[in-house]
């Protein structure tokens, strides 16, 4: 067991409107031009849920280097952003930044009207609390990665980020995006999970009893412990990929009955 090298941070409250009666939960889709099914696919979801709320857990595009990536109107990004709108038509819709695309902006957000969501909250809904996280500053393990999160969440880091061109931010991105995958495939690698004494001083903290994350591409249900009535739990999300031509997708739906996971065709109205 790792020792926590933190106090379990603040989560932000969110109390769900009396009139919400199911939400959703999605993360790890690493939306990118190069996979277009996948992008499809989200699109008929957002467009076709009959949740009040969707929340997005991190790591929706696969990459982002900047809000004026959308900018120009054919830019994949750009798409992205008239797809949200849409859908935040029809539910309210909250995005909690990955380790993928923590550079997403409240510009973007504010034109796609999606609302920008601190990691961790703690949702109050159905009579009860939900812890909600990202989940890769759960993963202590891998210390390597921790130092990497520190840096780059940082607001002089990012600020330095952002005052490159374009086109210079891009390449950097792609150069992290190429050591992250030597680092994750590196024999010596350890498992990205979330560790378990840091989840449970998180839900404590927070007066929570469900740890809901993504980033692990692990979907699991764990009892995290069994004291409590009900007992401490995490669930982790699916990441969203083609494997062999076939899509992979799952969508965790939260209503009065509680937590179900969902094939994106049972997903859809």
Do not use: K
């Amino acid at each position: 067991m790792n020792a926590l090298p933190f106090c379990p941070p603040a989560a932000f409250e969110l109390t769900a409107p009396a009139n919400w009666r199911s939400v959703d939960f999605i993360a790890d889709l690493h939306l990118h031009a190069g996979e277009p099914d996948v992008a499809h696919a989200w699109q008929r979801y957002l467009l076709g849920t009959p949740a009040d709320a969707v929340f997005i857990l991190g790591d929706l595009f696969e990459v982002w280097a900047g809000d004026d990536a959308a900018l120009p109107r054919e830019s994949f990004a750009f798409h992205c952003g008239q797809v949200l709108h849409a859908a935040a038509a029809r539910a309210a819709l909250y995005f909690m930044p990955g380790n993928r695309d923590f550079l997403v902006g409240p510009a973007f957000l504010q034109q796609a009207q999606v609302h920008m969501l601190p990691d961790p909250t703690a949702l109050a809904f159905a009579g009860r609390r939900w812890l909600l996280s990202h989940g890769d500053a759960l993963c202590l393990a891998d210390t390597e990665y921790q130092q990497f999160r520190a840096l780059v969440r940082s607001q002089p880091w990012q600020a330095q980020m952002l005052a490159r061109p374009l086109a210079e931010r891009e390449a950097v991105a792609r150069q992290m995006r190429a050591h992250s995958t030597r680092h994750q495939h590196a024999d010596d690698y350890q498992s990205a999970d979330v560790d378990t004494a840091a989840a449970i001083a998180w839900l404590r903290a927070a007066r929570a009893g469900t740890l809901i994350h993504g980033h692990t591409h692990r979907p699991a249900d764990h009892v995290l412990a069994g004291s409590g009535n009900p007992p401490l739990r995490c669930v982790a999300l699916a990441d969203w990929q083609l494997q062999d031509g076939n899509l992979h997708a799952q969508v965790l739906r939260l209503d009065a009955d509680g937590l179900q996971r969902l094939l994106l065709a049972e997903a859809i109205q």
